[in-house]
């Protein structure tokens, strides 16, 4: 374990970023070969490690979501290997023009995109969002300081070690990513406000909102995932099925996975025996609402389930009139992560895309689509139900900003402001700084 300071580890981060961002394509491309072909290498290791975690968290008797989260055997290696290989291939996110302005003959603005710089993430026990959130700032040339669960302690050390050395023996800065192991490490990371530009958390509400209480740094959240699927009056009941039970069941513990369940009035009848008797196949407990439960045997479903994330086997559902109940109880009691619709009519079709207020919105697909690597981001540092800056799984693109370079010959603002010479703000087309 490294000896620094949080200071220390701050400011050899920011350091380590100025030189980051002027690294090219191709270096950073390769650095990330080395990473993934060091993981390989190194694989026996990490999958040990990673059973010591495993075995001293059932022994301390982690929840079953949680300790599913942990596991990172050769089969969830290979998966990030993969998900390194797929983020080479993506287009480099920095470097690009977004305007190019002739301010006047000669003087030339551009807006170019460029890193954010330094990026301070705490998240979930989820070894394989180590390595994500590490490569995903490697290729957008960020910085980073990561702080995991503890229950991964020994898990994120030694990918921690492997992926600095890797990266900085392909030429990548020393001390572009640091890990932290405490808590008193996160507090004092909330006041590093001169070295980290950006803090990600992932977690519940009350804990995003802690962070973004307790630092006066960029918070961009990555809250509770309480996602709904609505069954509309108009679905194709087969569809929908299926739809719910891989929503709730391909992996429970996941963000993305549906916590509620809401079915339009005029379908329940015949939908709730069939998704009931589907989930409970899947090991999954049901609790209903007065309407489901005189369909179904349900356990009963109170405020308080529509308002939980469960990441387990449980599901809430909730028998509903119309569409815009339907909507309303989504834009009420969801977390702005994904809500998804089951129906063959258009305009019902359309009408929730427009309203439900949520990063992720989806017409007759599973809830667990909403991915960075499903949508072909690479992978994803996480799904921000902000609205500001980046929503949604954050992958490249949310990981930069941008700055206006203004080229001239000598130019001076005084002949403007003086009326001797004028601006003819023309857009450039094609055109490069150099």
């Not at 007759?364 to 139900?385: K, L, Q």
Request: proline content about 3%; aromatic content about 6%.
């Amino acid at each position: 374990m490294s000896e620094l300071t949080m200071q220390e580890k701050g400011m050899s981060a920011k350091k380590a970023a100025i030189t980051l961002s002027a690294l090219d394509e191709s270096q950073r491309n390769e650095a990330l070969k080395a990473i993934a072909e060091a993981l390989n290498t190194h694989r026996k290791e990490i999958a040990e490690a990673n059973r010591r975690d495993i075995a001293r968290s059932k022994e301390e008797q982690l929840a079953a979501p949680l300790l599913s989260r942990l596991i990172f055997d050769y089969n969830e290696i290979d998966g990030v290997i993969e998900g390194i290989a797929s983020l080479i291939t993506l287009p480099d996110p920095l470097g690009h023009i977004t305007l190019a302005t002739e301010l006047d003959e000669g003087l030339d603005l551009y807006r170019v995109t460029s890193p954010i710089g330094v990026i301070g993430v705490i998240f979930e026990s989820r070894p394989d969002a180590f390595v994500q959130i590490a490569t995903l700032c490697l290729k957008s040339g960020n910085a980073i300081l990561l702080k995991g669960g503890r229950e991964a302690l020994e898990t994120n050390r030694i990918l921690y070690e492997v992926i600095s050395e890797a990266s900085e023996k392909a030429g990548v800065p020393h001390g572009w990513i640091q890990n932290m192991e405490s808590r008193d490490e996160v507090t004092e990371m909330l006041a590093l406000s001169d070295c980290i530009d950006l803090i990600i958390p992932r977690g519940s509400n009350e804990f995003v909102k802690y962070i973004m209480d307790h630092s006066n740094i960029p918070v961009m959240g990555h809250s509770d995932g309480i996602c709904h699927l609505y069954i509309d009056g108009d679905a194709d009941l087969e569809k929908a099925l299926a739809i719910a039970v891989d929503s709730k069941t391909q992996y429970i513990a996941a963000c993305n996975t549906l916590e509620t369940l809401l079915v339009h009035r005029d379908v329940a009848s015949r939908f709730l025996p069939e998704v009931f008797s589907a989930l409970q196949n899947k090991g999954v407990e049901v609790r209903g609402d007065e309407a489901v439960r005189n369909i179904v045997p349900t356990e009963t479903a109170t405020e308080e389930d529509f308002k939980t994330e469960y990441l387990d086997l449980i599901l809430s559902i909730k028998v509903v009139d119309h569409l815009q109940d339907a909507i309303d109880h989504i834009n009420t009691y969801g977390s702005g992560h994904t809500d998804a619709i089951v129906t063959e009519n258009t305009e019902a079709q359309k009408t929730f895309l427009a309203l439900v207020d949520s990063a992720c919105v989806f017409v007759n697909c599973s809830t667990r689509f909403s991915d960075g690597f499903r949508f072909g981001f690479g992978a994803e540092v996480g799904i921000s139900t902000s609205k500001i800056h980046a929503r949604g799984p954050v992958g490249l693109d949310g990981l930069i900003s941008y700055k206006y370079q203004l080229i001239g010959h000598g130019d001076r603002v005084a002949p403007y402001a003086d009326g001797e010479k004028t601006f003819t703000h023309r857009p450039l087309e094609n055109k490069k700084p150099f």
